[in-house]
């Protein structure tokens, strides 16, 4: 298998949501020259936002809270770059669709970007030294080899083209668990890999999430201070990105449980969105709906917490699992998770030989 020189590293990093970028960084502190590789168009994963006609809507993770030092001082230095605001302390809160509401605010102060969720992943990207980090969008990874000692990520081709190849002496996988190990599978790289870690690996699962975006003629009925958390049905957050503070004009994020969206995941788009909508008329109210579009999350909300940081199915070559599902399903566990794995890789890859 050739692989060209230009494309040997220290490191590469799957994925570019906010466990990779975070992972990253900790890479370039070491000074390790990486990779990221990010399938998608953009950077952050479900740190997303996206404009509807005149709205702009959060539709994937909401908001994020700062309970860690590691993350505290993240969070902190993209506060004072403009990136990121406190949003509330709480929302309001109902036991199912129709209960009362329970009033908003617990005293625990819940952050979000300035613009949208994907304001944080883009700070964390800015701030990487651009002499040792290179961020590749719009590319997939298609399998994970061990070769030699080494590591190789077969990129997935283009029509007409041959497969490309990187090679790297350690890997961080920040993708959903599944993906990791379809990327082990395709790479048939089982043989080499610890039995224990990938058993571990093996047992983590995810709910998958329809997010529904509605553009509205007016504002909504959702009270201050724009979130509502609903504890069981088919409902569990209604978000107002209005009264978030990102949007110009009305605009509503519904959230479906991971039951619902798992039993409707292959459905008509057509039906689960009119199945939503019609729940949360309440909080649309006499508006009218300009717009709607439909996101599918597949692995929205681990089910399955793995209690470590990280998983490594490998020590030699290093390679690191990381992500929300490792000691937290939020934000801030995605973060630190991210940060623990680029720590490790950057003192291994960088320790004398």
Not at 90 to 109: C, I, M, T, V
Not at 115 to 135: C, H, N, Q, S, Y
Request: glycine content about 12%.
């Amino acid at each position: 298998m050739s692989i060209a020189t230009a494309d040997r590293v220290d490191a590469i990093v799957i994925g570019a949501g906010i466990s990779g970028l975070a992972a990253a960084t900790e890479l370039a502190k070491a000074g390790c020259r990486t990779i990221v590789l990010e399938k998608s168009r953009g950077i952050g994963g479900r740190m997303a936002t996206r404009r509807l006609g005149a709205a702009v809507c959060d539709h994937g993770a909401q908001f994020f809270t700062v309970r860690t030092r590691a993350f505290g001082a993240t969070v902190e230095e993209a506060q004072a770059a403009g990136a990121v605001r406190p949003w509330c302390d709480g929302f309001s809160r109902q036991a199912d669709a129709g209960a009362p509401l329970k009033p908003a605010g617990d005293g625990h102060a819940r952050w979000c970007g300035t613009r949208g969720m994907t304001d944080l992943p883009k700070r964390l990207a800015a701030g990487l030294p651009g002499d040792l980090v290179e961020i590749r969008s719009g590319v997939r990874a298609a399998a994970v080899g061990i070769v030699d000692g080494g590591l190789t990520v077969t990129l997935e081709a283009k029509e007409g083209e041959a497969p490309r190849v990187l090679g790297s002496r350690g890997l961080v996988l920040s993708c959903p668990v599944p993906q990791s190990l379809d990327l082990f599978a395709a790479g048939d790289a089982f043989g080499a890999l610890e039995g224990a870690a990938v058993e571990t690996l093996r047992g983590v699962d995810y709910d998958p999430c329809f997010a529904l975006m509605l553009v509205l003629d007016r504002p909504s009925q959702v009270p201050p201070p724009g979130g509502i958390q609903i504890a069981s049905g088919t409902l569990v957050w209604v978000g107002d990105n209005l009264q978030k503070g990102i949007s110009t004009v009305p605009a509503l994020t519904v959230h479906a449980s991971g039951d619902f969206s798992r039993d409707s995941f292959d459905a008509d788009p057509a039906k689960v969105t009119a199945e939503l909508e019609a729940l949360a008329a309440e909080w649309i109210g006499g508006a009218t709906v300009l717009e709607r579009s439909l996101q599918r999350w597949k692995f929205a909300q681990p089910r399955v917490i793995v209690p470590a940081p990280f998983v490594s199915p490998s020590a030699a070559p290093p390679i690191g699992c990381c992500g929300d599902a490792f000691e937290g399903p939020r934000v801030e566990g995605a973060a630190c998770s991210g940060q623990a794995t680029g720590r490790w890789m950057g003192q291994l890859l960088t320790a004398p030989r």
